[in-house]
């Protein structure tokens, strides 16, 4: 039952970064984004993946995990990418 808890937790949490991707790649701006909070986001994910192989807990959960950092990982990109913009229309 915790393995199933621990899934949807995941999965709600895991739905809105796809979101908040599109939102930020069209903006093109990174005002109204947060670099401590997607690097926080980035470290709680590893964790909890770590936790996964630490406990030897290795199962289909994990690849929620995954999932949910590449997309963590893909919002810090369009960061640096908006970043980028910023500093070129002279915005930073």
Known sequence: MATILEFTMLVCFGLSWPVNLMKAYRS???????????????????????????????????????????????????YFRNRRLDNQRGDA
């Not at 909070?37 to 980035?42: A, E, M, R, Y």
């Open 28 to 78: 093109r701006t990174t005002k109204g984004t947060s670099l401590p909070f997607i690097l926080l986001i980035t470290v709680g994910y590893a964790a909890g993946i770590a936790a996964k192989f630490v406990g030897g807990q290795v199962n289909y959960v994990l690849a929620v995990y995954v999932l949910n950092l590449i997309m963590v990982l893909l919002n810090l990109a369009v």
